[in-house]
């Protein structure tokens, strides 16, 4: 278009997203991280629910594009082309990272997800049965950093104590910190330790002084800083060992919003040929609009998140804006999901009512959730005609569409095996189908 002079307004959409918080989350992935570059004019929000609920998500995305307007349109700066491939997903290569033995991070493993304890090292204890009450309550994720504050010497016993406590469920403690490394409390066993630390263009000495400490007691420095920092800190940076070394930005730099600055930063170590990991933090600082509400949440961090990681940049992910530690945890695992990085749940796609579906497309919905959510590496399509069924669940595993009225096709990917199954039998049909391949497991 750009090419052929064709200045016509551009509509965004996510086609079959689905019900509930995955919906939303694909939809803010989708729709926001091209609204963040600037693109699109108007935007559909397609969701398996009832019509009126798609107008608040599509004004809360659309919130995010009038800030990102205002600050482009009072921003000075320029910047090179970020080194990103548009048309094909490439994940940036970095050094791995051991957070344990058995948790490594880098661009040959899984994002890793990290979550802000809201107790905190003045409460150790709780701050310990904090998070593994979310465990208990989440079933199959876990979170595989815990990130507190330390700015009290007091503190120290606490952070020793959290460590050895913790030092079997969660793999690391990232630990922000005000202290010098000689005041630092790297003694101790359990958790592995991430020193977080924000640096400035000028702490070249400060840079040097810690990663001799993280290499000497075996922990890591996850630098935060934004990319002209960076390029300052090149020399420092590039001296400490690999896998000792992790980038990160809690605050956005100046004229550029949140997605902005990651990608400058990531373009900055590129230029300097760090290949350190990613950390990309979900911060109240990093949000260009905030609300009390969840939906507001999780809307910000699945545009900021989302947009970087279908761009293959990201290898840790922590939303820090919920006000519960299990709400963090599941959304940085949602939102992994909804970019394709990490399947921890059955994935949905689901189409919205319309004048074409042949069954009553949410009831029947919510009870293949109930029948199969406990299926965390399977995609599910829930299409209600044949008319766009078959092509927008392409990719899914096994699909329920409708044939006729009353009666459901079966799918196994593209491919058509069951017709005409009646829609009372149906449900139980698709578990059948689900067995026979080989892709159940019991709850």
Same mark, same amino acid.
Not at 60 to 75: C, D, Q, T, Y
């Given at each position: 278009?750009?090419?052929?002079?064709?200045?016509?307004?551009?509509?965004?959409?996510?086609?079959?997203?689905?019900?509930?918080?995955?919906?939303?989350?694909?939809?803010?992935?989708?729709?926001?991280?091209?609204?963040?570059?600037?693109?699109?004019?108007?935007?559909r929000v397609s969701l398996t629910e009832d019509p009126w609920h798609e107008i608040p998500v599509c004004k809360e995305i659309v919130s995010r594009a009038e800030g990102f307007a205002a600050l482009g349109a009072a921003s000075t700066v320029k910047l090179p082309a970020d080194p990103a491939d548009p048309f094909s997903f490439v994940r940036r290569e970095t050094?791995?990272?051991?957070?344990?033995?058995?948790?490594?991070?880098?661009?040959?493993?899984?994002?890793?997800?990290?979550?802000?304890?809201?107790?905190?090292?003045?409460?150790?204890?709780?701050?310990?049965?904090?998070?593994?009450?979310?465990?208990?309550?989440?079933?199959?994720?876990?979170?595989?950093?815990?990130?507190?504050?330390?700015?009290?010497?007091?503190?120290?016993?606490?952070?020793?104590?959290?460590?050895?406590?913790?030092?079997?469920?969660?793999?690391?403690?990232?630990?922000?910190?005000?202290?010098?490394? +000689?005041?630092?409390?790297?003694? =101790?066993?359990? /958790? #592995? $330790?991430?020193?977080?630390?924000? !640096? *400035?263009?000028?702490?070249?000495?400060?840079?040097?002084?810690?990663?001799?400490?993280?290499?000497?007691?075996?922990?890591?420095?996850?630098?935060?800083?934004?990319?002209?920092?960076?390029?300052?800190?090149?020399?420092?940076?590039?001296?400490?060992?690999?896998?000792?070394?992790?980038?990160?930005?809690?605050?956005?730099?100046?004229?550029?919003?949140?997605?902005?600055?990651?990608?400058?930063?990531?373009?900055?170590?590129?230029?300097?040929?760090?290949?350190?990991?990613?950390?990309?933090?979900?911060?109240?600082?990093? +949000?260009?609009?905030?609300?009390? =509400?969840?939906? /507001? #949440? $999780?809307?910000?961090?699945?545009? !900021? *998140?989302?947009?970087?990681?279908?761009?293959?940049?990201?290898?840790?992910?922590?939303?820090?804006?919920?006000?519960?530690?299990?709400?963090?945890?599941?959304?940085?695992?949602?939102?992994?999901?909804?970019?394709?990085?990490?399947?921890?749940?059955?994935?949905?796609?689901?189409?919205?009512?319309?004048?074409r579906t042949l069954f009553d497309i949410q009831s029947t919905t919510l009870r293949i959730k109930e029948r199969t959510g406990h299926l965390k590496s399977v995609t599910i399509a829930v299409m209600g005609c044949i008319v766009n069924g078959p092509g927008e669940m392409a990719d899914a595993d096994f699909?329920?569409?409708?044939?006729?009225?009353?009666?459901?096709?079966?799918?196994?990917?593209?491919?058509?095996?069951?017709?005409?199954?009646?829609?009372?039998?149906?449900?139980?049909?698709?578990?059948?189908?689900?067995?026979?391949?080989?892709?159940?497991?019991?709850?």
């Amino acid at each position: 278009m750009t090419d052929l002079g064709m200045d016509y307004p551009l509509h965004l959409g996510v086609t079959e997203a689905g019900e509930g918080e995955d919906a939303r989350i694909k939809s803010a992935i989708g729709i926001g991280s091209l609204l963040a570059d600037g693109l699109g004019d108007t935007v559909r929000v397609s969701l398996t629910e009832d019509p009126w609920h798609e107008i608040p998500v599509c004004k809360e995305i659309v919130s995010r594009a009038e800030g990102f307007a205002a600050l482009g349109a009072a921003s000075t700066v320029k910047l090179p082309a970020d080194p990103a491939d548009p048309f094909s997903f490439v994940r940036r290569e970095t050094e791995l990272i051991a957070l344990s033995s058995g948790c490594l991070a880098g661009s040959g493993e899984l994002p890793r997800v990290i979550v802000r304890s809201i107790a905190g090292l003045a409460d150790w204890q709780a701050a310990a049965k904090e998070i593994l009450d979310a465990h208990a309550a989440q079933r199959e994720v876990r979170a595989e950093g815990l990130l507190l504050r330390l700015d009290d010497p007091a503190h120290a016993a606490g952070l020793r104590s959290l460590r050895k406590a913790l030092g079997q469920a969660v793999p690391a403690l990232f630990v922000e910190t005000s202290l010098s490394p +000689a005041d630092f409390p790297f003694d =101790g066993s359990g /958790s #592995r $330790l991430v020193v977080v630390k924000a !640096f *400035a263009a000028a702490d070249g000495a400060a840079v040097k002084t810690w990663g001799e400490a993280v290499t000497k007691h075996d922990a890591i420095l996850a630098a935060d800083l934004d990319g002209p920092t960076l390029a300052a800190l090149t020399k420092e940076l590039a001296a400490i060992p690999a896998g000792r070394l992790i980038l990160t930005s809690s605050q956005p730099q100046d004229g550029l919003h949140a997605t902005g600055t990651y990608r400058e930063l990531i373009r900055c170590a590129d230029v300097a040929q760090l290949e350190a990991p990613l950390w990309l933090r979900a911060t109240v600082a990093n +949000a260009v609009r905030l609300d009390a =509400g969840f939906q /507001s #949440r $999780l809307i910000e961090a699945s545009i !900021f *998140a989302g947009g970087l990681l279908v761009d293959g940049y990201g290898d840790f992910l922590s939303c820090e804006t919920p006000t519960s530690s299990a709400k963090s945890l599941t959304l940085a695992y949602d939102i992994l999901q909804g970019a394709r990085m990490r399947q921890t749940k059955t994935e949905y796609v689901a189409c919205p009512s319309c004048g074409r579906t042949l069954f009553d497309i949410q009831s029947t919905t919510l009870r293949i959730k109930e029948r199969t959510g406990h299926l965390k590496s399977v995609t599910i399509a829930v299409m209600g005609c044949i008319v766009n069924g078959p092509g927008e669940m392409a990719d899914a595993d096994f699909g329920y569409v409708g044939g006729a009225p009353g009666k459901i096709n079966l799918y196994v990917g593209k491919t058509p095996v069951k017709f005409n199954v009646p829609q009372e039998e149906a449900v139980e049909r698709l578990v059948d189908l689900i067995k026979e391949k080989g892709r159940w497991v019991e709850a």
